[in-house]
């Protein structure tokens, strides 16, 4: 039983997943930010499908940040990780991007970490 429920959740995700990439696709004029939560830390990047480069990424897990932060899942660091993006994002001349949640619902972190980028100037 625990096997068949572990599957169903696997294959939901998957559902979602495909589900979202049908409509959100990236370019390099106007690149993919995709995000990815585990339980420790948070990952995004920026992603051109076109050629499937990755022209920018930002995590918690980075040097830069552990010595900032102790907490890596609250609001305040996903706030801090939006920030960081946008500005590697602004260096390479990139304003406008396509925000891809992944199977997350947009509230909470994910929601602190896109209205951070939409802050630090990039436009979705």
Do not use: W
Not at 9 to 34: L, N
Not at 36 to 59: E, M, P
Not at 70 to 83: D, M, R, T, V
């Amino acid at each position: 039983m625990l096997k068949d429920k572990v599957k169903s959740k696997e294959a939901t995700k998957i559902r979602i997943r495909r589900r979202i990439r049908k409509t959100v696709r990236g370019t390099a004029e106007r690149p993919r930010i995709y995000v990815f939560k585990s339980n420790r830390y948070i990952y995004t990047q920026a992603v051109n499908d076109d050629n499937g480069h990755i022209l920018a990424s930002a995590c918690t897990l980075e040097k830069g940040f552990k010595d900032i932060h102790k907490n890596f899942k609250n609001i305040q660091s996903c706030e801090k990780l939006g920030e960081i993006m946008a500005q590697r994002l602004k260096e390479k001349n990139i304003e406008k991007v396509v925000f891809d949640r992944g199977i997350y619902p947009y509230h909470g972190r994910i929601k602190a970490l896109a209205e951070a980028m939409r802050k630090g100037g990039l436009v979705f």
